[in-house]
């Protein structure tokens, strides 16, 4: 079955770096994918990782994939106060059909000075 | 390149009404899905279209049903809405192949 979890909130210092984790138990997801969420707006898209894949790093961002635990995380590098907002993990899998997101409840990243 | 958009942005209807939001994806992408974000169920997809075709639905009773016109524009429509309806609609806009997704702002709806 399709289920993303994620723990709901994270508290970090400005200029740590955080750590936003996610778990998925579909084995045959091909992408897995981050996305922010501002108070008040849409989704973003921060990055995304194809299931053959370790690791990406896309300037202060690395995702680490470890499809044999089903587990990914998002590492931001020297998170400051804009980064304050709601992350989510999502997956696409063939199982579930065309351009099926799914979701994890996401994670509330609370960046204190 | 503009975004996608989504209009209205907010909107507040009845019980037993109907309602219709409008997504406008981003230009020269052909995919268009639905998302309904509530604070207790979160992020659920309701539906993707691909030229004009519903690809992919699900788990949304029958009242919730949309189209895409050939210019890829998308229409849901929410009929005989209940209060549980209330929630923040997002669309995605994609070129049609599993792998970027890019969301507009969303419909806020409320049913009173």
């Known amino acids: 079955g399709e289920d993303v979890e994620q723990s709901l909130f994270l508290s970090v210092r400005e200029g740590d770096s955080s750590v936003i984790n996610c778990t998925y138990t579909?084995?045959?997801?091909?992408?897995l994918y981050w996305y922010k969420q501002e108070p008040g707006a849409g989704l973003q898209l921060l990055t995304y990782?194809?299931?053959?894949?370790d690791m990406k790093q896309d300037q202060r961002l690395t995702v680490l994939l470890n499809k044999k635990d089903k587990h990914l995380s998002l590492r931001i590098a020297d998170t400051q106060t804009g980064d304050s907002a709601i992350y989510f993990c999502?997956?696409?899998?063939?199982?579930?059909?065309?351009?099926?997101?799914?979701f994890g409840a996401g994670t509330r990243l609370a960046v204190h000075p | 390149k503009a975004g996608v958009t989504q209009t209205p942005r907010y909107l507040i209807k009845t019980r037993g009404q109907q309602v219709t939001l409008s997504c406008s994806p981003i230009?020269?992408?052909?995919?268009v899905s639905w998302y309904q974000q509530t604070p207790g169920q979160g992020l659920q997809f309701l539906f993707e279209?691909?030229?004009?075709?519903?690809?992919n639905k699900g788990n949304f009773p029958g009242r919730f049903s949309g189209r895409q016109f050939s210019n890829s524009r998308s229409e849901m429509n929410v009929s005989t809405l209940e209060l549980g309806d209330s929630a923040l609609y997002l669309c995605?806009?994609?070129?049609?192949?599993?792998?970027?997704?890019?969301f507009g702002q969303g419909t806020r709806l409320t049913v009173v």
């Open positions: 995605a806009s994609s070129p049609g192949t599993e792998i970027e997704a890019f």
């Open positions: 579909d084995s045959s997801s091909t992408y």
């Open positions: 990782i194809f299931s053959n894949m």
């Open positions: 999502a997956e696409i899998s063939p199982s579930g059909g065309y351009n099926k997101l799914i």
């Open positions: 230009s020269g992408h052909r995919s």
């Open positions: 279209y691909f030229s004009e075709t519903q690809r």
